[in-house]
């Protein structure tokens, strides 16, 4: 069991440093990619600054602190996910042009080996942006604390929810889009404050698509701190792992191979 | 014409057998919708802020989506494509002018895109916030020429910051700031929630007459405000014309296409 996973870890860093070579290779093109990403989420910072300064107060409990607090987890986060596993939203694509074949033929799992293929550019954008950001709030020790933990539960809960979409295609045929949308809910729903949230919508985010936990129970523990919060984070964020890696591998049993060849360069 | 109006039919087709892309981003449009909505209740509280209401608000951000998802934005990505990949090369030995033939073959799309986004803006601000109060029916022609302005110009600019590509390896960097442009200086808010310095200047500018121009027409009409912003609109709608005329005719000539 720690020899397989010692295996697709070395196997993950092993795509990381090819693909971040790759990139290496179109420099000005990675380095536009990464700074027109961070300006993209800076203008939402800009946004939020206007609106708190034009209201003088908080929202729903909420201050400008603790947007942008969940804007550099998020971020941050979704950076990390899409530097490691950015092909998570090609999985529904992989699976009906039969692409996933080359996968299957490869000792690896195939989920890991597949999702952790592709590098994204504006990734290294996201994940830089989240560090600025706390380095200019002036963010307190138990925030980068947070922010520390949080990012790595964020990540693996942004890739395990699309992963999660994206499987089911196995199931239902095509479900390119639910695994899209699925993606952008995710991303969505974890930078507003989670006060602004009620009833169904707060009971979705915080149980079947556990995107509260993302950035929103981070935050609560900012200021709240308990154990039990921290040990039900990471509960959460490992469960859901372990979903998304089972509705895969399950959903692997009534793929159906292509007549699809391909070059991998 | 004729050949524009079938460039613009086939643009239609082509919109109604991706059932898929539309499905995603209405769903898109009702999420985003939805979220600002939630955001401006928890922040209103029966007051105004900058002159708007909780009802003006979500109004508001309804319409200025709408303008966004009926502009043809993937313009900016086909003009990129064309040029880097040297495909342009085959579209100039056809007989029609090339500018024009995007804007004809995106028309359709558009005008799709328009008749289904109007309706959801319609619908979702009825059950969010209900009827604007006030709403002068008078003003409907207005707000119709100001949004096809607004829709054109957005078009156009997009179409320029793609045909860059003629020039620099890179473009993306014009694409990223100028939408960023858009996004602050009236999607997401209000101009007049800036400073009175602010808003003096960006009254003035395409990016808040594209966004904040015909919305504003939408939530507070005025004959007054109608006349002062469709003629600066239609004055930065000639000027995005002639820009993408500028860009393409200048760039075309350093085009080299090697193979095919």
């Given at each position: ?16 440093s ?29 946004f ?98 947070m ?38 809910f ?10 602004i ?69 | ?83 880097k ?11 029609w ?10 028309l ?46 957005n ?97 075309v ?8």
């Amino acid at each position: 069991m720690f020899t397989e996973v010692k295996k697709h870890i070395r196997l993950i860093l092993k795509y990381f440093s090819f693909n971040l070579s790759a990139l290496a290779e179109y420099r000005t093109s990675f380095l536009v990619q990464v700074f027109g990403m961070a300006l993209n989420n800076a203008s939402f910072a800009f946004f939020w600054w206007v609106l708190f300064d034009k209201l003088g107060g908080g929202i729903g409990g909420y201050g400008f602190k603790d947007v942008m607090f969940l804007w550099a987890v998020s971020s941050t986060g979704f950076g990390l996910a899409h530097i490691f596993f950015a092909n998570m939203n090609s999985i529904s694509g992989m699976i009906m042009t039969g692409e996933l074949d080359t996968y299957l033929l490869q000792p690896k799992n195939p989920l890991i080996n597949s999702i952790a293929a592709r590098m994204s550019a504006t990734a290294w954008g996201d994940l830089l942006y989240g560090i600025i950001l706390m380095i200019l709030l002036n963010a307190s020790g138990m925030m980068w604390l947070m922010f520390s933990i949080s990012i790595f539960t964020a990540a693996l809960l942004i890739t395990s929810i699309a992963v999660v979409g994206h499987s089911l295609t196995f199931y239902f045929g095509n479900m390119d889009m639910v695994g899209r949308t699925l993606w952008e809910f995710t991303i969505t729903f974890s930078i507003y404050p989670e006060t602004i949230f009620k009833g169904p919508v707060k009971a979705l985010i915080m149980t079947a698509l556990p995107i509260g936990f993302i950035t929103h129970i981070p935050l609560r523990l900012v200021y709240n701190f308990s154990w039990g919060t921290l040990i039900l984070l990471f509960g959460v964020a490992g469960i859901y792992a372990l979903l998304a890696f089972g509705l895969f591998m399950l959903g692997l049993r009534r793929y159906e191979s292509g007549n699809l060849i391909i070059t991998r360069m | 014409m004729g050949k524009y109006l079938s460039l613009a039919g086939i643009s239609v087709k082509n919109a109604l057998v991706y059932r898929a892309n539309v499905t995603g981003r209405i769903i898109f449009y009702f999420v985003f919708i939805f979220v600002f909505f939630s955001l401006w209740r928890m922040v209103y509280s029966g007051n105004e802020i900058a002159g708007y209401n909780l009802t003006q608000m979500v109004w508001y951000v309804c319409m200025t989506e709408l303008v966004l998802f009926c502009s043809g934005a993937g313009i900016f990505g086909v003009m990129n494509h064309e040029v880097k990949s040297g495909a342009i090369a085959y579209e100039l030995l056809r007989p029609w002018n090339y500018i024009y033939k995007q804007f004809a073959g995106t028309l359709g799309n558009m005008t799709f895109s328009a008749s289904v986004f109007t309706l959801m803006a319609i619908v979702l601000g009825m059950i969010f916030v209900g009827p604007l109060p006030g709403f002068n029916a008078a003003a409907i022609p207005f707000i119709i020429v100001s949004f096809m302005l607004s829709i054109t110009m957005n078009f156009f600019f997009l179409m320029s910051l793609g045909l860059l590509a003629f020039y620099f390896e890179e473009n993306s960097p014009f694409y990223f700031i100028y939408q960023k442009l858009l996004f602050v200086f009236g999607m997401l808010i209000p101009i007049e929630f800036l400073p009175l310095w602010a808003q003096g200047i960006l009254r003035y500018l395409p990016f808040s007459l594209i966004t904040w121009g015909p919305a504003k027409m939408v939530v507070d009409f005025s004959f007054g405000y109608a006349i002062q912003i469709i003629p600066l609109q239609v004055i930065w709608c000639i000027a995005a014309v002639s820009l993408a005329h500028f860009v393409f005719s200048r760039g075309v000539r350093k085009l080299n296409v090697h193979g095919g």
